[in-house]
């Protein structure tokens, strides 16, 4: 893993980048909240030592669990400056997120992404974006009629049955609206919470899963097989 600086408007930001492949796909991964996407180390190593060249910008960490506008708009930036500086000329993208990263890569994947009534976030589709990985997304962001309708990229969604912070109840709702359902693959692990996908989870969260490193393990290879299609 290299640690590479990138500046957007003279503030400088930290992007981990695991080159693969030269002919293998591109990974944008996009980190929750905390900011730190080597806190997922399992998942990233495994989509490296597959061949895929993986991008990960570092983010401040939110202090609100309701992120601002600016604070979406810059993630949602700075991920697109990363592919740009780091990704592979013709090569397939894939975006890989988890919670509020996901939720990022949905509105950059044509999603409308909303605040509350009359209050969208300006974020530009990416058309790079092939196909995306979802893990935990906070659906609540698109509920306005038709903010889903130009996504149509293939989607794989998973989420643990103990999350109480993006429970199943909201990636369910995401298969009945989701324009091309026939796209879109639900995964749901018994046991496992909304940290859980994570290797180093937040420092006040008790670990629900009895095996993690083999949860772990398993998820992450089944991202693989999902990004090579």
Excluded at 81 to 103: C, K, N, P, Y
Excluded at 109 to 119: E, I, S, T, V
């Amino acid at each position: 893993m290299n640690l590479s600086k990138l500046e957007d408007d003279s503030e400088l930001f930290d992007v981990s980048v695991r080159k693969g492949k030269k002919s293998g796909p591109v990974v944008l991964f996009a980190v929750g909240a905390g900011g730190n996407p080597e806190r997922h180390v399992t998942l990233l190593d495994t989509l490296a030592d597959s061949g895929c060249t993986v991008i990960a910008p570092h983010f401040p960490r939110l202090s609100s669990p309701r992120p601002t506008e600016n604070e979406l708009t810059l993630r949602a930036k700075r991920l697109c400056m990363a592919l740009d500086i780091f990704g592979q000329s013709g090569a397939t993208v894939s975006g890989v997120g988890h919670s509020i990263g996901a939720a990022t890569l949905i509105a950059l994947a044509g999603g409308q992404m909303w605040l509350g009534p009359g209050h969208r976030v300006d974020i530009s589709a990416d058309a790079r974006l092939s196909r995306l990985a979802l893990l935990a997304p906070p659906t609540g962001f698109f509920q306005a009629q038709v903010a889903l309708d130009t996504v149509r990229v293939p989607v794989l969604t998973w989420v643990g049955s103990e999350d109480n912070i993006t429970p199943p109840s909201q990636i369910k709702w995401l298969a009945q609206v989701m324009p091309d359902p026939q796209n879109l693959d639900v995964r749901v692990t018994d046991g496992a919470g909304h940290f859980s996908f994570m290797d180093q989870i937040p420092p006040h969260v008790v670990e629900p899963l009895k095996d993690k490193q083999l949860f772990l393990r398993e998820y992450s290879s089944e991202i693989c097989n999902f990004v090579y299609g």
